[in-house]
């Protein structure tokens, strides 16, 4: 088999590392005569992978011991809800950034628990722009600062992030792990795990205690963060298959060179792809501010729509997937995540070129 180069936006392409070694064990787990996802979350052989998981989380990024590392379930979504929930109510407040389409949709539930003060809004730039993180001043009294590290859909990523007064809470979905982080400016941080971190059907929380005390009371077991604090993420039965993918995911980070080397190879591959678009005088359009353009999803537009169609269909002919845009907001997309080597890449940059030049 030829695997393909694939850029799609999530779920998205893994380390084939980490798929071979999974294959390997998938019937039988080290020896055990049964297979990892058949054995009881309570079992030794479980624990050892649900800690070695949580243990790469926190070295990794270099976690102090006052932040809890939590395995959830319900997407990044579930976390629109859940944040709010828990730190928000009546007669409390939360600013956020609305930097695109998936800010959008945390502030809509957000305002359900409390009231939100929008403290930047993209509009004016179609969401292609960000804040000055230096000239955000959170609100007197809010709970936290919501922001959205890197826009899927829109291409635009902070570059630095704001320092205020309130807790900075930051939905990573989509960069998460991908260049390292100064932790202790963020009180909690929270990820799908379908991008850089696994399968779908694990969500990735870091919370810090200072925030988990302002856990707000009435609130159902599974959806306070402080029952998965207390209980290690083993309150009930935890997503064991992405948890486990995610332990050998880390391990290939780790292997790899850790959060430093990421960094420098996303820039890399996403460097050689904003240079093919730059390059060809026009015929490529990134409507990202230059300043903020992600290392995670390059946006593109041709300047002739009629070409699209032959452009995706060529791409396809040599083995790239997934770069068609959200249907959204339509044109290309190139997601280039963690696990996509640098051949892909420029493989994607080369055939920009080619087409380019076959029919500009
Ligand atoms: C930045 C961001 N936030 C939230 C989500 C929603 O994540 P989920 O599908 O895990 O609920 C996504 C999904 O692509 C995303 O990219």
């Known amino acids: 088999m030829t695997r393909k180069f694939n850029f799609h936006a999530g779920p998205s392409t893994l380390p084939l590392s ?32 649900h800690n070695r998981a949580m243990n790469l989380v926190k070295s990794l990024f ?18 629109f809800s859940m944040l709010p929930m828990n730190f ?3 007669n409390r407040s939360a600013d956020y950034i609305n930097s695109g389409a998936w800010a959008k949709k945390a502030i809509e539930d957000a305002v359900l628990y409390g009231k939100v003060n929008v403290l930047y809004d993209g509009k004016s730039s179609n969401y292609m722009s960000l804040p000055d993180p230096e000239s955000i001043t959170s609100s007197a009294g809010a709970q936290y600062l919501h922001i959205t590290s890197n826009e899927t859909i829109g291409g635009v990523q902070w570059k630095s992030f704001p320092r205020t007064q309130a807790p900075l809470v930051a939905d990573m ?79 290939w980070i780790q292997n790899s060179g850790g959060l430093g080397a990421m960094e420098q190879r996303n820039r890399e591959k996403a460097q050689v792809i904003y240079q093919a678009i730059e390059q060809t005088g026009g015929f490529y359009t990134c409507p990202v501010d230059p300043g903020v353009r992600s290392d995670m999803n390059i946006v593109f537009t041709l300047a002739d729509s009629q070409l699209d169609k032959p452009f995706l269909q060529g791409s396809e002919e040599l083995g790239m997937i997934g770069l068609k845009g959200h249907r959204s907001v339509g044109g290309f997309r190139a997601s280039v995540y963690n696990a996509m080597p640098l051949e ?17």
Do not use: C
Request: hydrophobic share 40%.
């Open 62 to 79: 270099g976690l102090p011991d006052n932040y809890k590392v939590l395995f959830l379930q319900g997407g990044a979504t579930m976390q």
């Open 173 to 251: 979905s989509s960069d998460i792990m991908s260049r390292p982080l100064p932790v202790d400016q963020f009180a909690m941080i929270y990820a799908g795990a379908q991008k850089n971190l696994g399968p779908a059907g694990l969500t990735l929380v870091i919370i810090r205690d200072d925030l988990l005390a302002q856990e707000q009371d009435g609130i159902g077991a599974y959806l306070r963060y402080s029952t998965h604090a207390k209980n290690d993420s083993l309150y009930n039965t935890p997503p064991v298959f992405p948890i486990y993918a995610l332990s050998k995911v880390l391990t």
């Open 344 to 360: 892909g890449a420029k493989a994607l940059a080369q055939y920009m070129v080619d087409f380019a030049e076959k029919k500009g």
């Open 88 to 90: 928000l109510g009546p």
């Open 18 to 49: 980490v798929l071979e070694e999974l294959q390997a064990e998938l019937v039988e787990y080290q020896g055990l005569g049964l297979s990892l996802i058949e054995t009881s979350h309570r079992s030794p052989e479980y624990d050892e992978v």
